[in-house]
């Protein structure tokens, strides 16, 4: 398993005004790390708390020392405004802050820490210095309300951390009439992220380069043994195997200053007939060890991916909001059972580049719709290498992160579930509930110009995705309202 996205490394430094007892800020940190290394895990605790500029200097020499790459700055006490937030701009990662509650009624009289007044000065001196940091939604607490909002920034510092060190690397432009997947590169950059662009004919010789790689019986008897009684074309293998390795390869050759990749890539219709396969079961598997690959050189595909990568922890896949539920699957199957409309349901799909863990039984296939244009009158050959089945049922988090057509970025984000409805159908594909699906559908990614991809996590972080959005200044982040909560501009009598 290839380890693609960081290793976090925890760090807590408290902060004390020097009008306020420091021991208090002391005893608060102590608290605050007991909770979290109980519930879940290590943390590293500074020693050193922080009054002014020269202890701010020793506290990062100490999480640097540590190998500390995402900062819990604890407001013990009120806090001293300037040196708090330098912690922000002197360490190279994400930095949360948090203040800490009263505990009972008896420090009232003496030992109040008045945190609750320091946050907001805190966040006013960020925003001076034109800082992020992550800040909670409500960012005062026990120490054991302050352990589950770290546990909740989590995910959040490590995508941070993943996109100022990913590479994106493209293989060929984008299908003809595929302009939705267009990538406009400028607000890559303004995220941190590289990318790395490169035709298919670069591709191709890298391919043809690895033909009769010694490590190719290897990786088909991997493929082999994931497949199982799914391995209904086995003739294919060999192929798959050798793309895999130049793809693998490129990882490796082409990080260049990057610590983590992810690839977009031209997946047809030339590539059928140049290397003898279609891409989609090598796009599973890569993007089930952590390296995603989106399909038809979707670069903001490619992104979300990654990002539900670091968020979740945990293999993504992307999909097209493809094809309405008929009423008469509706009615079999939903209606009565699941508390769902017509219209909150939808068809997920894509050939075949869902990871077979993903899938309740994947079986290696052909892709039906390009083996009626490219092999119309014969056995499917150079349209095999598809990975289908009906997606495992479950909680689901639909999301895009999206370069706008003038410039600007977008994202949504919508909670749901894939159904256990058995689908009927071909490729990789699940049937999806979304609460008001409809009203979402037409009020924001139609009206807002969102392509046809989306990127799905295995469970509910729609909180996590939200809190990282707003970290990298995306001011235009949608959700799914609820009846209760007209779009902008929604029609009212419709």
Not at 251 to 267: D, I, L, P, S, T
Request: hydrophobic share 40%; net charge negative.
């Amino acid at each position: 398993m290839i380890k693609n996205i960081p290793e976090l490394k925890l760090g807590l430094i408290s902060v004390s005004r020097d009008c306020f007892p420091i021991n208090l800020s002391i005893k608060r940190r102590e608290a605050l790390a007991a909770a979290y290394q109980k519930k879940y895990g290590d943390i590293y605790n500074c020693g050193v708390t922080v009054e002014n500029e020269t202890d701010m200097l020793k506290a990062l020499d100490a999480v640097n020392a540590q190998g500390v790459n995402a900062l819990v700055v604890l407001l013990g006490n009120f806090g001293p405004e300037t040196p708090e937030t330098l912690l922000a701009r002197k360490f190279d990662g994400p930095v949360m802050y948090a203040a800490s509650a009263e505990e009972n009624i008896a420090v009232l009289s003496s030992d109040r820490g008045d945190a609750y007044c320091g946050m907001l000065n805190c966040s006013y001196n960020l925003g001076l210095r034109n800082l992020k940091a992550y800040i909670p939604a409500y960012p005062v607490g026990t120490a054991d309300e302050i352990a589950d909002m770290i546990e909740e920034f989590r995910p959040v510092a490590r995508a941070i951390i993943g996109l100022r060190s990913l590479k994106i690397i493209t293989f060929g432009p984008r299908p003809q009439d595929f302009m939705a997947c267009n990538g406009p590169i400028k607000q890559l950059f303004n995220l941190g992220v590289e990318i790395e662009e490169n035709s298919e004919l670069d591709l191709q010789v890298s391919f043809n380069a690895h033909k009769d790689d010694p490590r190719i019986p290897a990786k088909v008897k991997e493929m082999a043994d994931e497949l199982g009684a799914g391995n209904k074309m086995e003739g294919i293998l060999p192929r798959l195997a050798q793309l895999e390795l130049t793809i693998l390869d490129w990882y490796e050759n082409h990080k260049g200053a990057a610590k983590y990749v992810a690839f977009a890539n031209k997946c047809w219709p030339a590539f059928q007939t140049e290397f003898g396969c279609v891409p989609c079961y090598v796009n599973s598997r890569l993007t089930g060890m952590g390296i995603p690959v989106s399909c038809e050189v979707d670069i903001y595909g490619a992104l979300s991916e990654y990002i539900g990568t670091c968020i979740s922890g945990e293999c993504v896949t992307l999909l097209d909001i493809n094809n309405s539920v008929p009423q008469e699957l509706y009615d079999a199957c939903i209606a009565g059972k699941y508390d769902y409309a017509l219209h909150d349901t939808f068809m997920g799909f894509h050939c075949g580049n869902t990871p077979m863990c993903r899938l309740k039984k994947g079986e290696m296939k052909y892709q039906l719709i390009m083996h009626r244009g490219l092999e119309p009158d014969k056995e499917p050959d150079i349209t095999r290498g598809t990975l289908e089945g009906d997606i495992v049922p479950g909680a689901i988090t639909f999301y895009r992160l999206q370069g706008t057509a003038d410039g600007g970025v977008s994202a949504y984000i919508a909670q749901g579930e894939v159904l256990p409805v058995d689908t009927h159908s071909f490729g990789g594909i699940g049937v999806i509930a979304i609460p008001e699906m409809a009203r979402f559908y037409r009020n924001v990614l139609i009206a807002k110009r969102y392509p046809h991809h989306g990127a799905v996590a295995f469970g509910h972080f729609g909180k996590a995705l939200f809190s990282l959005f707003e970290y990298l200044g995306v001011q235009d982040v949608n959700y799914n309202r609820p009846k209760s909560v007209p779009y902008p501009n929604e029609n009212p009598f419709a």
